[in-house]
């Protein structure tokens, strides 16, 4: 049974930064690219940031690109999201993705709150 679980979201002031992470199991993680999307209150779930299976070339979007980055340990089955300089607009549920071919499964969600 596939199993993602995020942590590592939380309250933080703009201008700081926060590291996610999902751990994963049930799965050969290293044979899934892994993706980080979010959603914020009224607003469509949209993709953040994505990693193929053994590292290589990553996409960002680009309200991220330079303050966010993505990577994976494929020895602890665990994908990160490292956040910094954060914007209140920032503020949304951090979910996991994981997806090979045509299979896809989501975590359940990490609340980011960035506010002063």
């Known amino acids: 049974q596939v199993q993602l679980v995020e942590s590592g979201g939380g309250l933080v002031q703009p201008g700081g930064s926060l590291r996610l992470s999902c751990a994963a199991s049930?799965?050969?993680?290293?044979?899934?690219?892994m993706s980080w999307y979010r959603q914020a209150p009224g607003k469509e779930r949209e993709l953040v940031a994505a990693?193929?299976?053994?590292?290589?070339?990553?996409n960002y979007a680009d309200s991220v690109k330079g303050r966010f980055t993505i990577s994976r340990d494929n020895a602890k089955n665990t994908v990160y999201l490292q956040m910094n300089s954060l914007k209140p607009e920032d503020t949304a549920v951090y979910y996991c993705?994981?997806?090979?071919?045509?299979?896809?499964?989501w975590g359940q969600g990490t609340q980011v709150t960035v506010s002063s």
């Open positions: 049930g799965f050969t993680f290293s044979s899934y690219a």
């Open positions: 990693i193929p299976t053994f590292g290589g070339s990553r």
């Open positions: 993705y994981a997806t090979r071919g045509l299979l896809g499964s």
